[in-house]
């Protein structure tokens, strides 16, 4: 691990004199922030999402019935576990075994009838090339073997439906799973809507051996999630256990509450001890990414750009940030090579990283001489990324420049370029520039607002690394 010790004020910055003259003042209370001196050791570090959300089946099964009449069994109790074809529910069967038995009549009916009607056709057939019956005479026994046939479809195709409508009153479970809801007892009697509504619902199942919690992330950490990145869960029923899993999937459509924009993440969790309930409240943390036994530094330690820029302003130090980015960028690199090892391809004879270091105005100045090609590669160059110091880019992993304050060997305060990694809500890992046991200053971005109080006090003060002008 690394080490954290204290400096002993805001003078540890500006001078022992400078405290000195801020006590004189009767302004020892405002300046007297207490410092940190950051040292670079070892730490795991793991950079996540976290969110809340509740646990849901992957998916229900609605066990509908489409045939009417009164619960005779109902074998299954809510919260049940049940096999695939373990029976659900009997029906009185009364009304389909009747209507059953008159299809199996009607279409006896039909038979005969049209076994008649066909040989009554023959023998008119016989009748009309003797020339003994019309031609309308024929033409009548054409048409009634015709309606003949026709009812015998009719009653087949009835008598089908009727047999399966003897399936209908036993009700078997279509998978295996848990009986999450139920709807009617024993003794109630349903509606047969098989043609309306496809059927009555009577109860809901579910298969609980693989959940999912749904969870809102708010859009500036969508970037860094994806599908099968590993989550842990924790629910309030089991707080000593962290359940595993993994982001299934993102879904397309934003929600947004008081004014947020969030996007729902299913989270999905392996369930066979059937530990998870549909509805319980759980806290997700996702993981983005995880370092384990490397250099690292407190956060307070480390700056962007911009920060680095602002606090040099605020102390009065002469030192151009810009120009220590741009050093660093270039050092030890060949031309066409990106800090990461890959290449960078040049935008108007510059590599990103080169861009990425200048100040506002050198890159408005440039961006001006752009074509409107080198503007399209710039773009689709810097798609995703941000600035130094941006969302997304500070905690994807990715090696990127920061700055950090420390003690030359003078004694005065002086900036450096490094290269950092993933981050987490305490660390960052530091992938170039600074060793094991190096101190860093960790200066607090607060004093900025204290500029007017450090300008009185500046001018009483002649100590290294800390002047009146730069």
């Known amino acids: 691990m690394f080490a954290t010790r204290k400096a002993p004020t805001l003078a540890h910055v500006v001078g022992s004199t400078l405290l000195l003259a801020a006590c ?6 405002e300046a007297g922030q207490v410092l940190q001196i950051q040292t670079v050791g070892r730490a795991s570090i793991i950079s996540s999402v976290e969110a809340t959300g509740t646990i849901e089946p992957i998916r229900i099964i609605e066990v509908k019935s489409q045939a009417g009449g009164e619960v005779l069994s109902l074998p299954v109790e809510l919260g049940d576990k049940v096999e695939r074809g373990t029976l659900l529910v009997r029906i009185d069967p009364r009304d389909v075994n009747n209507a059953f038995a008159q299809a199996e009549a009607d279409l006896e009916v039909a038979q005969a009838r049209f076994g008649v009607a066909e040989r009554q056709l023959g023998r008119i057939q016989e009748l009309r ?11 009548a026994a054409i048409l009634e073997s015709a309606n003949a046939k026709a009812a015998l479809v009719r009653a087949t195709t009835n008598l089908e439906l009727a047999e399966d409508k003897l399936n209908d009153v036993t009700l078997r479970a279509p998978i295996t799973g848990t009986i999450v809801e139920r709807t009617l007892e024993e003794g109630q ?10 059927g009555t619902v009577l109860m809901r199942m579910a298969d609980l051996t693989e959940v999912q919690v749904r ?9 860094r999630l994806k599908a099968g990145l ?15 899993g993994s982001v299934l999937k993102i879904e397309p459509q934003a929600v947004v509450e008081q004014n947020v924009t969030m996007f ?22 996702v993981v983005i990414g995880r370092q384990d036994n490397v250099l690292a530094l407190a956060n307070s330690g480390i700056k962007v750009q911009q920060e680095a820029s602002q606090l040099v302003n605020a102390l009065g130090l002469n030192i151009d940030v810009n120009e220590i980015a741009r050093t660093a960028s270039t050092a030890g690199r060949e031309p066409t090579e990106s800090a990461g090892g890959e290449e960078e391809a040049l935008i108007n004879g510059r590599r990103p990283s080169e861009i990425q270091s200048m100040s506002d ?21 810097f798609r995703g990324g941000g600035g130094a110091g941006g969302q997304q880019q500070a905690n994807s992993g990715q090696p990127r420049q920061a700055f950090v304050f420390y003690y030359d060997a003078t004694g005065a305060l002086a ?20 060793e094991e046991g190096d101190e860093v200053v960790a200066i607090p971005f607060s004093i900025i607002q204290q500029q007017e109080f450090l300008n009185r006090i500046r001018g009483r003060s002649s100590l290294p690394g800390v002047g009146g002008g730069r």
Do not use: C
């Not at 105005?361 to 160059?381: D, I, N, V, Y």
């Open 129 to 139: 090339d003797a020339d003994i019956v019309t031609t309308d005479e024929l033409e």
């Open 230 to 244: 590993p989550a842990e869960i924790k629910v309030e029923a089991y707080p000593d256990r962290t359940f595993r």
């Open 264 to 285: 729902a993440v299913l989270t999905r969790i392996a369930n066979e001890e059937d530990l998870l309930r549909p509805g319980m409240n759980s806290d997700v943390v």
């Open 361 to 381: 105005s050198e890159r408005r100045e440039w961006f001006q001489g752009l074509s409107a090609a080198e503007r399209q590669q710039m773009t689709q160059q």
């Open 24 to 29: 004189a003042t009767g302004e020892a209370t």
């Open 415 to 434: 900036v450096k370029a490094i290269m950092i990694g993933l981050s987490d809500f305490d660390n960052t890992q530091v992938v170039s520039g600074l």
């Open 189 to 198: 009697v349903v509606t047969g809507t098989r043609d309306l509504t496809g």
């Open 215 to 223: 969870t809102l992330v708010d859009e500036t950490d969508i970037g």
